[in-house]
């Protein structure tokens, strides 16, 4: 936090409390890179969160988040006065600041680092890791984030899954960065082809809150989600799946609840991943990043293979299953001798789970929340694969963990924070971070996936 800028804030008005002064603009210089995809910067001792920027660069903001009773404000690149020589035109205009403010909009969302060269990209995101691991951990750590798939690509057409907003007059649109404004799209480069090859931007959604896309990267047939607004009726559903390709599925759910109707074709997706074939019902997790479900299983085996903790015969357990993408590969490896315990909270998702592992004699599957399986099923395991939601596993998890005395965990995280914090826990209880691996699976976001390989000290 060590830039600072000698201009003054335009148009500012003393606003008492919290009420925001949007609008304002200042010349700052940016400072390093924060979690979440923030740059740091300061205006008159005032630490500003700032987008689209890159450290070293003096650039002019805009204030999207302020008030004068706030501990930090928010903020925009509006302008670049010094560029950063790692600044590169961006891939995507909906998403590119400088282009939209100049438009009179915010740009979207899900595209915050496009302005950035990958090379750079990384660099920043094993800051970020490294930051929050000493911060959190108290680690001293530095780990390379690695680059995943080709090389050729520029960071595009990896997802495979794509969630949008609609617009109020019935277009595929998305979100501005912490916002309940929806701009209009017509594209998603970061996607795969095939779901730009949907169209959705030609369809009129008009009485849909909101859309999910999901196109494996198998080929298998695709899965349109469809979200209705309260009051839309069957007859307007049925005019927009009439609009969709014939060979897409169709399916109406309300967000969070893991619900989905059939509209036409199937409910779910096939996946393929490490040998294996994987059933996941309408918003049910799977990894985004084409690549990664092989990616995350091949680091995960290695690590407890690798290390003598997962053999033939072994008991381990899965935890925050999903549908059984580590679960498959770890009945492999243990066999009919050994044990895989299974355990996913959401019931949709650990009934794909039941789908996928049924010819798995040695695998038990159990729905319920990790913590109060573990409660209820006091036993031993020789390792343990750990692959929590966003917000970590958390303190009484990591307790019940070491409790059961595994030689070795596997911990998959999306978010160094939490995984910076779940580590130093595990320190606490006489656990070290034997090795660890990032991997750079989001590129164009401030997201990364890190594998780290967890053994008790002694």
Request: charged share 20%; hydrophobic share 40%; aromatic share 6%.
């Amino acid at each position: 936090m060590t830039s600072h800028s000698n201009s003054a804030l335009t148009g500012h008005s003393d606003t008492p409390g919290n009420q925001a002064v949007e609008g304002n603009e200042a010349v700052v210089t940016v400072g390093p890179i924060a979690h979440g995809g923030h740059f740091v910067a300061r205006h008159e001792g005032r630490v500003i969160f700032v987008r689209h920027a890159i450290p070293g660069e003096k650039v002019r903001i805009r204030l999207t988040d302020a008030g004068e009773s706030s501990r930090f404000w928010r903020a925009d690149v509006v302008e670049v006065l010094e560029p950063s020589p790692d600044r590169v035109p961006h891939f995507w205009k909906p998403a590119d600041a400088l282009a939209s403010w100049k438009r009179g909009t915010p740009p979207v969302g899900g595209a915050e680092l496009g302005h950035i060269s990958l090379a750079r990209q990384r660099e920043l995101k094993a800051e970020v890791l490294a930051e929050q691991l000493k911060r959190l951990a108290g680690l001293d750590l530095a780990t390379e984030v690695e680059a995943v798939g080709a090389s050729d690509d520029g960071g595009l057409g990896w997802r495979t899954r794509a969630s949008f907003a609609v617009t109020p007059n019935g277009r595929l649109g998305m979100h501005a960065h912490r916002s309940d404004v929806v701009l209009p799209i017509k594209e998603m480069p970061l996607a795969l082809h095939g779901i730009n090859d949907l169209r959705l931007w030609d369809v009129d959604l008009s009485g849909i809150a909101r859309v999910e896309v999901a196109v494996p990267s198998n080929s298998s047939r695709p899965l349109v989600l469809l979200a209705p607004e309260e009051g839309t009726s069957p007859k307007r559903l049925h005019s927009i799946v009439s609009q969709l390709p014939h060979d897409v599925s169709v399916a109406a759910f309300e967000p969070g609840k893991g619900e989905v109707r059939q509209l036409r074709g199937r409910t779910w997706v096939q996946e393929s991943a490490a040998g294996h074939e994987y059933r996941v019902t309408g918003e049910g997790f799977w990894q985004i990043h084409k690549e990664a479900p092989d990616t995350l299983a091949g680091a995960v085996i290695d690590y407890l293979s690798g290390g003598g903790y997962l053999h033939s015969g072994a008991a381990v357990a899965d935890l925050y299953a999903g549908a059984g993408l580590f679960t498959a590969l770890l009945a492999d490896v243990v066999g009919v001798t050994g044990t895989v315990l299974s355990v996913e909270g959401s019931p949709g998702t650990s009934r794909d789970a039941r789908k996928n592992l049924h010819g798995a004699p040695q695998v038990e599957i159990i729905q319920g929340r990790v913590e109060r399986v573990l409660h209820q099923r006091a036993r031993s395991f020789d390792s343990l694969v750990l692959d929590p939601p966003r917000a970590g596993a958390g303190k009484a998890v990591v307790k019940q963990l070491m409790a059961t005395g595994p030689r070795a965990i596997a911990y998959v995280s999306c978010d160094p924070a939490s995984f910076a914090r779940d580590l130093g826990y595990f320190h606490q209880g006489g656990w070290r971070l034997e090795s660890l691996r990032a991997f750079d699976l989001y590129p164009h976001t401030h997201h990364l996936e890190t594998v780290g390989l967890l053994v008790p000290a002694a």
